[in-house]
């Protein structure tokens, strides 16, 4: 049936109808918690409700929609890039709009002049700061002359100003902290997001949250996986080990630094499975209980017990969500 005509029989009319009269310039965002950011008649950035109502100006070179009451503003805008540090299992990504709470993030920074506004087009946290990183459930870091601070999500300050650096900053989302580290002693630890106090102190070369409550903590004399909430060692690892996120899984791999040693460790410390790098080449974190395993006979899938669940014969496998 053609567009525009109808069945002389159907007795259904569906009608178009304008939620609001096309008078705008341009939209910048869709509505997002019953906000829009538009250009009005006269070139104006600004904040409608759904009814077409003014709300506030929003002169920013950049807007991106509301998002649990905060949006993202920027001015002179540069591209930038997220920093992934440890996996897609453990370290995810965000996007302009919206926050994954299940995964746990790495920040870069770059050279952005972010601010966030409430609905009331207050500036909550200041794009003229030096930096404003990526907001968090929790709040944001904030740098400005040479110091740090995090603010909970009105801005309230409950950490610093202080001589960190969160550029690779790695993040146990789920238990609300963050690890930094002293710019003046080079040492990592980690800060409670809620309350600001230190809950890892300031003493090792390294602190990587890896999901399932655990941490990989290193002194450079000492090489621990550690519990997150309880701050008790569970296993000492090999200096040149690499341990891969466990991100929500119950197993991982811990790798030798001549990768040429592989060892399939439960989220208690147990060893379940070794392999030599004559067995196997190269592993992924594990996904749904598999992890993709490469071998010279190809590539293959591998459950948390070590046995082959697809043999080694594929040139790659993809995982799909």
């Keep these: 049936m053609p567009i525009g005509k109808m069945d002389a029989g159907d007795s259904k009319i569906h009608r178009a109808m304008w939620l609001l009269p096309p008078r705008y310039k341009d939209a910048y965002t869709n509505f997002y918690e019953g906000i829009a950011f538009v250009k009005d008649e006269d070139g ?20 991106y929609p509301f998002h649990n009451g905060l949006a993202e503003i920027r001015r002179n805008v540069h591209s930038f890039s997220w920093s992934s540090l440890a996996g897609a299992a453990v370290i995810g990504s965000l996007t302009n709009a919206h926050y994954d709470e299940d995964a746990d993030y790495g920040l870069s920074r770059k050279d952005i002049k972010r601010g966030y506004i409430n609905t009331q087009g207050q500036e909550i946290f200041d794009s003229r700061s030096d930096s404003v990183y990526p907001i968090t459930p929790y709040g944001t870091f904030i740098r400005d002359k040479g110091q740090i601070r995090f603010a909970d999500r009105s801005g309230k300050t409950i950490f610093g100003p202080g001589p ?126 598999f992890s993709r395993v490469k071998t010279d006979m190809g590539t293959g899938l591998m459950d948390e017990t070590g046995a082959w669940a697809l043999p080694p014969q594929y040139r790659t496998i993809h995982f799909y969500s």
């Design 164 to 289: 960190y650096d969160v550029d690779d900053t790695t993040f146990a989302m789920k238990e609300g902290l963050a690890a930094l580290e002293n710019d003046q002693t080079d040492k990592r630890g980690a800060i409670s997001l809620v309350t600001g106090e230190t809950v890892i102190p300031f003493a090792y070369d390294e602190v990587r949250f890896l999901g399932s409550d655990r941490v990989e903590l290193d002194t450079g004399n000492t090489h621990v996986l550690a519990s997150v909430s309880t701050g008790r060692a569970i296993i000492s690892l090999l200096e040149d080990s690499d341990i891969l996120p466990f991100g929500n899984q119950s197993v991982t791999w811990v790798i030798g630094d001549d990768k040429k040693d592989f060892t399939l460790l439960s989220v208690d410390g147990q060893t379940l499975a070794h392999f030599t790098g004559n067995q196997i080449k190269e592993v992924t974190p594990f996904h749904h209980g």
């Design 44 to 63: 104006h950035k600004i904040a409608i409700n759904n009814k077409g109502n003014f709300l506030f100006e929003a002169p920013y070179d950049a807007i």
